[in-house]
């Protein structure tokens, strides 16, 4: 079995590839967009990308080449899937096959794909992994109220000293970001207790266990249409993961604003300086 993330705009053609690889025996992740696919290589961890080339957004080989460009993903095999072949496309994928085609040789080809697979530098883990999941269940438990205080406290002053119009701290589950402490969140979010994970950028952060600065998100091509942006006004983001005792992604510190370029190296260097001191709290629950 393997993970797969295919991007293909035609919703038909979407299903009939799913349904065929799903058969094959893997689990198949789609995305629509190639931001999106993007945002999904990150939180996934697949062992196989297959990419259309003309979709909305981004085109299937610029998905490509930022995928080659970075570290944690250059060495993921990549498919193209697609009725045209732009110029510089074999120099990218491992692989290039023409629509129409029969999907179950799609399927072969992802095969032999998959068994040459070589091993991969992967900085995070994906977001549905067993261990982490263990880890951040362990931390669900209701808070004793000086901790849930003084988390509350503490992100006030972290909003305060980064100027920011928003701050949080949560718990990253698989599919929705679960809020333990915030300040200046839209009272959607609050009343709710958190939000889809596909409507913030904290899976991205959890998948690649890194830190996160986004000076306009309206200007970037993954998140630049998720709720946080279009309905929130979001435009400035920083945020740091925070690891359970194991070093497993868990949870989130993020600020955000509504000017672009509000926050810089310092926020995320503040954000990291906090990080010990959050985790601490959040940490009794367990």
Known sequence: MAVIVAAEDDADVADLLATTLSRAGHVVHLA??????LQMVAERHPDLVILDHGMPG???LDVARRLRADDATSRVPMMMLSAFTPDGARDVFDQVL????????VADV???LLDSTRPRLVTGRPLTDPERL???SRLLAEPDPVDELSLALEIANIAEATRAQAAAIGLILDKALQTVASVGLPDLIVEAGGAPLEWTPCGVLAGTDRPMLLDDMITDP??????????????????????????????V????????????????????????????LVDRRR
């Not at 006004?233 to 993961?241: F, I, K, L």
């Open 32 to 37: 629509a967009n190639g931001p999106r696919a």
């Open 58 to 60: 981004m085109t299937g």
């Open 98 to 105: 023409h629509k129409p085609i029969p999907l179950r040789q």
């Open 110 to 112: 992802a095969r032999d």
């Open 134 to 136: 263990a880890a951040v």
């Open 222 to 251: 993954i998140f630049r249409d998720i709720p946080m942006v279009v309905f929130s006004g979001v435009r400035s983001y920083a945020a740091v993961p925070l690891h359970s005792p194991e070093g497993l992604v868990v949870a």
């Open 253 to 280: 510190l993020a600020v955000m604003a509504p000017e672009p370029g509000r926050f810089n190296a310092a926020t995320v260097d503040l954000l990291r300086a906090a990080a010990p001191r959050v985790m601490k």
